[in-house]
């Protein structure tokens, strides 16, 4: 039998406003990364219309044009957090191509239609 048991965490004001900042900034720098990542995208499509080879952007660019654009928005920022959030947005666009690839487009196999 497993026994549960009840804490309780005084979290102090600080720490509170920490984590609001970390969880904003994370976001941010997603939201960033999704629009190089697009523009990214956008470009190769055309380059390729054109014959010519595709470009790819090399990730220190990304970490660094994150950290400038957060400087200029005046956003606290840490660089673990953009490198986690770079990480995490190729993870999953890795598994979304991955899955369209199989036909299973938004969770949902293209078989039982």
Same mark, same amino acid.
Request: zero cysteines; glycine letters at 4%; a positive charge.
């Given at each position: &039998?497993?026994? =549960? %048991?009840? #804490? /309780?965490?005084?979290?102090?004001? +600080?720490?509170?406003? &920490?984590?609001?900042? %970390?969880?904003?900034?994370?976001? *941010?720098? %997603?939201?960033?990364?999704? +629009? ?7 470009? !190769? ?7 010519? !080879?595709? +470009? #790819?952007?090399?990730? +220190? ?22 490198? *986690?959030? /770079?990480?995490? #947005? ?5 598994? /979304?191509?991955? /899955? ?6 938004? =969770?949902?196999? &293209?078989?039982?239609?």
């Amino acid at each position: &039998m497993k026994k =549960g %048991y009840k #804490y /309780r965490l005084n979290v102090k004001q +600080s720490d509170i406003k &920490m984590l609001k900042d %970390y969880m904003f900034s994370a976001t *941010q720098s %997603y939201n960033i990364i999704h +629009s190089l990542k697009e523009n990214e995208r956008k470009t !190769n499509k055309k380059l390729k219309e054109e014959g010519k !080879n595709p +470009s #790819y952007i090399k990730d +220190s660019y990304i970490d660094n044009e994150i950290t400038r654009i957060l400087k200029q928005r005046e956003i606290p920022l840490k660089n673990n957090i953009n490198q *986690q959030e /770079r990480r995490r #947005y190729n993870e999953e666009t890795s598994k /979304r191509i991955k /899955r369209i690839k199989k036909g299973d487009i938004l =969770g949902k196999s &293209m078989n039982n239609f």
